[in-house]
């Protein structure tokens, strides 16, 4: 019998690591790779971050450390930035709106001139409003000025974000001649709004071969900074603007060109990314390892015109701020652009008041027609982790595609492992694994040697950078492959597996004195073998400051998904694969498709024929199931209506629609808004709250969702034919565990008088006589050809405040 090894101390922290996982699955919690302290670490091309939440560097420490860190305390201006929101526009002229502001900031300043030094912007297009730098005592005392609605601090906000298509039924050739792709001309005429990053506009995702005119409508511009002038604009890319002024006002050290491009030009990488998955020209012959030849690469309406508004900069990462991005609604809005695509947002919502960051200028927006397409965030999978959660932002969670990258492990006995990884470079011959989580001495067991180590436990991570400092000659990090980022050092193996495949690795390496692997180069592999699940990082629901409301709303592909990437000094390769913030421009780019084949739809009706017509599998029909955990079947927290379905969305047969009135009414029901302040938000002296007797239960949202059920409680919804004039829809029901739901009238009748009917459902508790969790449900109105569904979500709640 072979002998086992004797464990050193870096096998004891593995035996630890693999420990620490199977103890949270026994338990049923989520994976220890799903704790905030174990995501994946944020890249500068795709993730920005708090300083306040970034994790102290302890690549200098050793284990004998017992130095004391101090947190160093955040910078804080002596004349900070306010932003003052005041409603809709009481003139037309903007001159005269930006007058009205530098005089309620004299009132308080005291003189014209210092209004004019103190203001950072005035909000005189889409809305009213202005930010201005205040000793936090002057902003309080503007606060009780009568016309202001609303004072918000200027905070940091982040950024949160090929085969894409084929996946979801729009093959991705220039000559397809079928579906809302050829029948909307690919998009063409739609202009779409990027608030991001800036834009690398020599990318072949931007050329403008075979485009037409610049629609008449468009008011925008191409302004001129570093590296970037008018000239670097096309028919393709018809607008470009940056806003910094918010964010160098709070910031100890101001930008400037040393470190960034003070122009739309992109130097964080994320807006590139963003602008060519929303409307990214064709582009033929994509080189890229692991792609067949001749691949195609193209955005979601590829002859939809681009307008960049730069307010995202590279600083730690990726940073943007309030005042910036308010100022590019605020322009967006006047320049004309049909949709817009924001992937920006803040941390998990608390209050409503973080949640106005970007809710109010994309009210405005909506109310204006223009669809505002947003991120549920980058916060999974925790539970209630979901951001930009108003009734009129369309939110999107992220789902994997189709697509595998793996990269074969064989052991000397021939028996192999599959990882996850992109390593292109040559097969790395058999030679010693070990397994370490022990820093202290990197240098002496590593070289020339694979690492594998767990992510997981309470062991520091194991970088690629580290290992190849030491010597290392490959990587292997025990996680969950389909979330993990990507980027390695060049033709270094970072290879990914999950706790399974690792542990019998580790396995092996207990059972024999010298475990030697081989390490062959990646294959993609896609199709129907690879399942689809609702991403990790994708974050969740419900929305822990109005549960009421859905959220997200809808699912996209958003991980591994190839887009061009900015050249660097290191790597001048045009493209890439991305991470995890690409769902919210993929259907935005199919938002834009709708709105040119459906003109007259609100954005309210856009989003019903997304959210009715979703699918709750893949499109091979399998289930959706979640990553990220206990691998669970996936439900409307994870994906709101399901995964989008772009061909059945132009046809949704009814739509649950919605007007500024609705918006009204959950501004109310959440007791932050009064009747004078809607009458200020509208412009419009007799708007006000509905009465005390409406329920927020009651909005008109493409879903049902009742956190706090005790007794019986009947919902009212409205639907609006936009299918044959003459129709009858019977429900189908798909009631919860447990729950009673009863849907009245039984059949509902439209004809040409009649375009637009209520119906009302009634929900009891049932059999359940204890609180409990979230069970779902669907109803679906069908004629035959039509299935209109919108998900139910329901809890009961016997006992207040008492958690399960």
């Given at each position: 019998?072979k002998?086992?090894?004797?464990?050193?101390?870096?096998?004891?922290?593995?035996?630890?690591?693999?420990?620490f996982?199977?103890?949270?699955?026994?338990n049923g919690?989520?994976?220890?790779?799903?704790?905030?302290?174990?995501?994946?670490?944020?890249?500068?091309?795709?993730?920005?971050?708090?300083?306040?939440?970034?994790?102290?560097?302890?690549?200098?420490?050793?284990?004998?450390?017992?130095i004391?860190?101090e947190p160093?305390?955040?910078?804080?201006?002596?004349f900070?930035?306010?932003?003052?929101?005041?409603?809709e526009?009481?003139?037309?002229?903007?001159?005269?709106?930006?007058?009205?502001?530098?005089?309620?900031?004299?009132?308080?300043?005291?003189?014209e001139?210092?209004?004019?030094?103190?203001?950072?912007?005035?909000?005189?297009?889409?809305?009213?409003?202005?930010?201005?730098?205040?000793?936090?005592?002057?902003?309080?005392?503007?606060?009780?000025h009568?016309?202001?609605?609303?004072?918000?601090?200027?905070?940091?906000?982040?950024?949160?974000?090929?085969?894409?298509?084929d996946?979801?039924?729009?093959?991705?050739?220039p000559?397809?001649?079928?579906?809302?792709?050829?029948?909307?001309?690919?998009?063409?005429?739609?202009i779409?709004?990027?608030i991001?990053?800036?834009?690398?506009s020599?990318?072949?995702?931007?050329?403008?071969?075979?485009?037409?005119?610049?629609?008449?409508?468009?008011?925008?511009?191409?302004v001129?900074?570093?590296?970037?002038?008018?000239?670097?604009?096309?028919?393709?890319?018809?607008?470009?603007?940056?806003?910094?002024?918010?964010?160098?006002?709070?910031?100890?050290?101001?930008?400037?060109?040393?470190?960034?491009?003070?122009?739309?030009?992109?130097?964080?990488?994320?807006?590139?990314?963003?602008?060519?998955?929303?409307?990214?020209s064709?582009?033929?012959?994509v080189?890229?390892?692991g792609?067949?030849?001749g691949?195609?690469?193209?955005?979601?309406?590829?002859?939809?015109?681009?307008?960049?508004?730069?307010?995202?900069?590279?600083?730690?990462?990726?940073?943007?701020?309030?005042?910036?991005?308010?100022?590019?609604?605020?322009?967006?809005?006047?320049?004309?652009?049909?949709?817009?695509?924001?992937?920006?947002?803040?941390?998990?919502?608390?209050?409503l008041d973080?949640e106005?960051?970007?809710?109010?200028?994309?009210?405005?927006?909506?109310?204006?027609?223009?669809?505002?397409?947003?991120?549920?965030?980058?916060?999974?999978?925790?539970?209630?982790?979901?951001?930009?959660?108003?009734?009129?932002?369309?939110?999107?969670?992220?789902t994997?595609?189709?697509?595998?990258?793996?990269?074969?492990?064989?052991?000397?006995?021939?028996?192999?492992?599959?990882?996850?990884?992109?390593?292109?470079?040559?097969?790395?011959?058999?030679?010693?694994?070990?397994?370490?989580?022990?820093?202290?001495?990197?240098?002496?067991?590593?070289k020339?040697?694979?690492?594998?180590?767990?992510?997981?436990?309470?062991?520091?991570?194991?970088?690629?950078?580290?290992?190849?400092?030491?010597?290392?000659?490959?990587?292997?990090?025990v996680?969950?492959?389909?979330?993990?980022?990507?980027?390695?050092?060049?033709?270094?193996p970072?290879?990914?597996?999950?706790?399974?495949?690792?542990?019998?690795?580790?396995?092996?390496?207990?059972?024999?004195?010298?475990?030697?692997?081989?390490?062959?180069?990646?294959?993609?592999?896609?199709?129907?073998?690879?399942?689809?699940?609702?991403?990790?990082?994708?974050?969740?629901?419900?929305?822990?400051?109005s549960?009421?409301?859905l959220?997200p709303?809808?699912?996209a592909?958003?991980?591994?998904?190839?887009t061009?990437?900015?050249?660097?000094?290191?790597?001048?390769?045009?493209?890439?694969?991305?991470?995890?913030?690409?769902?919210?421009?993929?259907?935005?780019?199919?938002?834009?498709?709708?709105?040119?084949?459906?003109?007259?739809?609100?954005?309210?009706?856009?989003?019903?024929?997304?959210?009715?017509?979703?699918?709750?599998?893949?499109?091979?029909?399998?289930?959706?199931?979640v990553?990220?955990?206990?691998?669970?079947?996936?439900?409307?927290?994870?994906?709101?209506?399901?995964?989008?379905?772009?061909?059945?969305?132009?046809?949704?047969?009814?739509?649950?629609?919605?007007?500024?009135?609705?918006?009204?009414?959950?501004?109310c029901?959440?007791?932050?808004?009064?009747?004078?302040?809607?009458?200020?938000?509208?412009?419009?002296?007799?708007?006000?709250?509905?009465s005390?007797?409406?329920?927020?239960?009651?909005?008109?949202?493409?879903?049902?969702?009742?956190p706090?059920?005790?007794?019986?409680?009947?919902?009212?919804?409205?639907?609006?034919?936009?299918?044959?004039?003459?129709?009858?829809?019977?429900?189908?029901?798909?009631?919860?565990?447990g729950?009673?739901?009863?849907?009245?009238?039984?059949?509902?009748?439209?004809?040409?008088?009649?375009?637009?009917?209520a119906?009302?459902?009634?929900?009891?508790?049932g059999?359940?006589?204890?609180?409990?969790?979230?069970?779902?449900?669907?109803?679906?109105?069908?004629?035959?050809?039509?299935?209109?569904?919108?998900?139910?979500?329901?809890?009961?709640?016997?006992?207040?405040?008492?958690?399960?």
């Open positions: 019998m002998k086992t090894p004797k464990m050193d101390s870096s096998l004891r922290l593995c035996f630890v690591a693999i420990a996982g199977f103890v949270f699955i026994m919690k989520l994976s220890s790779g799903t704790t905030p302290h174990e995501a994946d670490p944020p890249q500068a091309s795709n993730l920005a971050f708090s300083p306040e939440a970034a994790p102290p560097d302890t690549s200098a420490m050793d284990d004998d450390s017992d004391n860190y160093v305390p955040p910078f804080v201006p002596e900070p930035v306010f932003i003052f929101y005041l409603g526009r009481k003139h037309d002229d903007p001159n005269l709106v930006t007058q009205s502001h530098l005089e309620i900031l004299k009132s308080v300043l005291g003189s001139e210092e209004a004019n030094k103190s203001m950072v912007y005035s909000y005189h297009h889409g809305f009213s409003g202005f930010a201005a730098k205040l000793k936090p005592a002057e902003a309080e005392k503007l606060k009780k009568p016309e202001v609605i609303i004072l918000l601090e200027n905070r940091k906000l982040g950024l949160q974000t090929t085969r894409t298509w996946y979801l039924g729009q093959f991705s050739t000559t397809s001649s079928e579906g809302l792709l050829h029948e909307t001309n690919m998009g063409s005429g739609a779409i709004g990027v991001d990053s800036g834009i690398w020599e990318s072949g995702a931007f050329d403008d071969d075979g485009y037409g005119p610049i629609p008449k409508q468009w008011k925008g511009q191409c001129s900074g570093d590296q970037f002038s008018p000239v670097d604009c096309n028919k393709k890319l018809i607008g470009a603007k940056y806003y910094i002024d918010g964010l160098n006002a709070d910031l100890e050290t101001s930008i400037n060109s040393t470190t960034e491009y003070l122009s739309p030009r992109d130097r964080n990488g994320h807006g590139t990314q963003v602008s060519s998955t929303v409307a990214g064709f582009v033929s012959n080189t890229l390892p792609l067949s030849s691949s195609i690469m193209r955005g979601g309406a590829p002859k939809a015109h681009i307008a960049m508004y730069k307010t995202c900069w590279d600083v730690e990462g990726g940073m943007c701020s309030v005042a910036d991005v308010w100022k590019a609604f605020d322009e967006a809005i006047h320049d004309g652009v049909d949709i817009l695509s924001v992937s920006i947002g803040g941390s998990a919502l608390k209050s973080v106005i960051d970007i809710a109010i200028p994309a009210l405005h927006a909506v109310n204006k027609g223009i669809p505002v397409v947003s991120p549920a965030g980058n916060g999974g999978s925790r539970y209630s982790s979901v951001i930009n959660i108003s009734p009129w932002i369309l939110t999107v969670a992220a994997t595609l189709d697509r595998s990258f793996p990269t074969l492990i064989t052991l000397e006995n021939n028996k192999t492992f599959l990882g996850q990884s992109l390593y292109t470079g040559p097969e790395i011959s058999f030679t010693d694994l070990i397994c370490t989580a022990d820093h202290s001495n990197l240098d002496q067991i590593t020339g040697k694979v690492i594998m180590h767990f992510s997981m436990g309470p062991t520091p991570p194991m970088t690629p950078d580290i290992v190849q400092k030491n010597g290392g000659i490959g990587l292997i990090d996680r969950s492959p389909s979330d993990s980022r990507v980027e390695c050092p060049a033709n270094f970072c290879i990914y597996v999950d706790l399974e495949v690792g542990s019998e690795l580790y396995t092996y390496t207990q059972t024999t004195s010298s475990l030697k692997i081989k390490i062959s180069p990646y294959k993609t592999i896609f199709g129907e073998r690879v399942a689809s699940k609702v991403a990790k990082s994708s974050a969740r629901g419900p929305s822990s400051f549960p009421a409301i959220k709303d809808i699912a592909p958003g991980v591994t998904l190839l061009p990437r900015i050249p660097t000094d290191e790597d001048t390769s045009e493209f890439a694969y991305s991470g995890t913030s690409m769902a919210t421009p993929v259907i935005a780019g199919i938002v834009a498709l709708l709105k040119i084949s459906h003109p007259n739809w609100s954005p309210a009706a856009i989003k019903s024929a997304l959210v009715t017509t979703a699918m709750k599998t893949d499109p091979y029909g399998e289930r959706l199931t990553d990220g955990g206990n691998y669970k079947v996936a439900d409307a927290f994870d994906y709101g209506g399901g995964l989008v379905n772009l061909e059945k969305a132009t046809d949704p047969g009814l739509v649950y629609d919605m007007d500024i009135n609705d918006y009204i009414h959950y501004l029901s959440q007791a932050l808004y009064t009747d004078k302040k809607v009458s200020a938000l509208t412009g419009n002296v007799t708007s006000k709250c509905p005390s007797g409406s329920s927020i239960l009651d909005l008109n949202v493409p879903s049902i969702t009742i706090d059920l005790k007794r019986n409680v009947t919902v009212t919804r409205s639907v609006t034919n936009v299918g044959p004039v003459k129709s009858v829809y019977k429900p189908v029901i798909e009631t919860p565990l729950f009673k739901v009863v849907v009245s009238p039984k059949k509902l009748k439209f004809n040409k008088r009649r375009n637009k009917v119906f009302k459902v009634r929900v009891s508790p059999s359940h006589r204890v609180n409990t969790a979230f069970y779902f449900g669907s109803l679906t109105w069908s004629d035959g050809l039509h299935n209109v569904t919108i998900p139910i979500s329901l809890r009961t709640r016997f006992i207040d405040n008492l958690f399960l």
